[in-house]
T-cell receptor, first 111, second 114 residues
């Protein structure tokens, strides 16, 4: 699975959009981009995933560049409850769906 | 609600005393995973079961074992816990197969070794 690079920490004001970048320059053609987050003292939670098209669900939007070497997770109206560590993971879907977590981005939403 | 349940949430054991952590799921998923997460680190996969097939990660110590007696339950056994095994242990499930299925995580069991 391809390696990802994320900033170690970010801050965002409550109510504003939080944009979390992820670099995955060695991603291969059949690898998807997944995002999970982990709120303090809880298990990780799936957010969204995509292959090459932009994706949106009730939690977030995922923007993947045309060359697929980077992506951005967007939380459109961040709340204090969005404070968490956000993990970007690239992998081939199917089979046992193993996840290899990097260090992630610690996002702090400030009032 | 369908979910992944871990018991206990907090476990204290003594150095060298065997301990078992349990995980159950109501999702009827084929795959169950165990992750170890040490303080300020990311979760690290120890092993997983795909149905009855056990798959160990190459760097998982022999001190860690797992059992899956049926679809719903999976256990993590630590035969002789050391101080370095103190961590959060996370259980997760997924449907597996060819679809790009997400993993569902339990709340974790925090293990303290005295």
């Amino acid at each position: 699975d391809a390696k990802t690079t994320q900033p170690p920490s970010m801050d965002c004001a409550e109510g504003r959009a939080a944009n979390l970048p992820c670099n995955h320059s060695t991603i291969s053609g059949n690898e998807y981009v997944y995002w999970y987050r982990q709120i303090h003292s809880q298990g990780p939670q799936y957010i969204i995933h995509g292959l090459k098209n932009n994706e949106t669900n009730e939690m977030a939007s995922l923007i993947i560049t045309e060359d697929r070497k980077s992506s951005t997770l967007i939380l459109p109206h961040a709340t204090l409850r969005d404070t968490a560590v956000y993990y970007c993971i690239v992998r081939v879907p199917g089979g046992a769906q193993k996840l290899v977590f990097g260090q992630g981005t610690r996002l702090t939403i400030n009032p | 609600d369908a979910m992944v349940i871990q018991n206990p949430r907090y476990q204290v054991t003594q150095f060298g005393k065997p301990v078992t952590l349990s995980c159950s799921q109501t999702l009827n998923h084929n795959v169950m995973y165990w992750y170890q997460q040490k303080s300020s680190q990311a979760p690290k996969l120890l092993f997983h079961y795909y149905d009855k097939d056990f798959n160990n990660e190459a760097d998982t110590p022999d001190n860690f074992q797992s059992r899956r007696p049926n679809t719903s339950f999976c256990f993590l056994d630590i035969r002789s816990p050391g101080l370095g095994d103190a961590a959060m242990y996370l259980c997760a499930t997924s449907r597996g197969g060819d679809r790009d299925n997400e993993q569902f995580f339990g709340p974790g069991t925090r293990l303290t070794v005295l």
